[in-house]
């Protein structure tokens, strides 16, 4: 549906997407993900026609989007700074886009009712866009990407503004939507959570390149590099010489899976894999701190001469801090990525 060959935006000396190479089939939804300044909201802007792209291609569904203008590209934008028109009330707005392509009004109203019940607002239309809260609005906002039925629906940090829970429920019924809608959908945002819950396929950007692309499974268990672990989450991540079914990491020999790739590459210990003995037993550590996550604690470890260690551990079985532990390491929880 969306093929982009070698997309390039420069600000300046600052290049913010560098020849970034991106197709999307029909009907999948990919999220792109990366820190903050990673180029994400340029790449949809560059697509969306907001933005001049300096080199590449950008087409869809077969249709070259050079130099066609941002309504005519049949692409639905939620944008952060594409505020509801407040003057409207919510129908007004769900319904402005389709009033605008020429839909006769009772088509228009009959697709309206229609989104507005999809997205958990029925019988809303008549309601003044200032009554809403936060969510309601950002459902509205959507109602209103929708209505177009553009061929590629596109969302800037969707769910960005609003508190964890509802941010929770909502990505679920955004997956619902767009699976029953047949909607293709990329979106950007710089949570991994929501990334990995609305995704078929995510895009994880650094400095204006990809980073690394596949399914959530994918790239959550097999990181492409220490910058994708490291964004992940991930802290017990490092250079290390791998032989065999061992690493030699800054915190010694570590056991790897024995099918690991040899050499120098990036090591990955998940937390799950640094397992707490006593202190003649592993690698010395003090304890630093804890912070709990729901079913186990997450341990911070400093060895003394070493990087820091996260090691999740059993609820009961969190070491207090300022007390000095050893640490062994599990393979199985252990991933040699790339060189
Ligand atoms: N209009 C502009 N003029 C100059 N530089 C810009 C402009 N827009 C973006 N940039 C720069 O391009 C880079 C990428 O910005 P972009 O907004 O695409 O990142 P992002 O990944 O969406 O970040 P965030 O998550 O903070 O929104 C940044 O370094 C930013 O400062």
Redesign the pocket.
């Given at each position: 549906m969306l093929t982009l060959t070698d997309v390039t935006v420069r600000?300046g000396d600052?290049t913010?997407v560098d020849g970034v190479s991106l197709a999307v089939a029909e009907h999948e939804t990919v999220c792109v993900l990366?820190p903050?300044?990673?180029?994400?909201?340029?790449?949809l802007r560059a697509i969306a026609g907001l933005q001049t792209t300096d080199a590449g291609r950008i087409s869809l569904a077969g249709r070259d989007l050079a130099g066609v203008p941002v309504h005519r590209r049949g692409v639905g934008l939620m944008f952060q700074d594409h505020q509801l028109f407040p003057q409207r009330d919510v129908a007004g707005n769900v319904g402005f886009g389709p009033r605008m392509h020429g839909v006769p009004r009772e088509e228009a109203a009959a697709r309206t009712a229609e989104l507005l019940g999809l997205v958990g607002l029925p019988g809303a239309g008549r309601r003044a866009v200032a009554t809403l809260s936060g969510g309601e609005q950002q459902r509205v906002a959507l109602a209103r990407a929708l209505a177009p039925r553009p061929e590629l629906l596109m969302l800037d940090e969707p769910l960005g503004q609003l508190d964890r829970s509802l941010r929770e429920r909502l990505v679920v019924e955004l997956r619902r939507l767009f699976r029953d809608l047949g909607t293709t959908v990329l979106a950007?945002t710089?949570d991994q959570g929501e990334a990995f819950a609305l995704a078929d396929r995510v895009v994880v950007?650094d400095a204006g390149r990809i980073a690394q692309t596949g399914t959530p499974v994918e790239v959550w268990q097999r990181p492409a590099s220490a910058f994708v672990a490291r964004f992940l989450g991930f802290t017990n991540v490092a250079d290390a010489t791998v032989h065999g079914a061992v690493a030699d990491t800054p915190w010694g020999k570590v056991p790897v899976p024995a099918d690991a790739a040899q050499g120098g590459r990036t090591v990955l210990i998940r937390p799950a894999g640094v397992r707490l003995t006593g202190v003649a037993d592993g690698l010395p550590c003090h304890v630093e701190g804890r912070t709990f996550r729901g079913d186990h604690v997450l341990v911070l470890l400093r060895p003394d001469d070493a990087p820091p260690l996260e090691a999740a551990c059993p609820l009961t079985e969190a070491p207090e801090p300022g007390t000095t532990v050893g640490a062994q390491f599990l393979a199985e929880h252990v991933s040699v990525l790339g060189a």
């Open positions: 600000f600052r913010a990366g903050s300044g990673s180029g994400k909201s340029t790449l950007v710089h950007m």
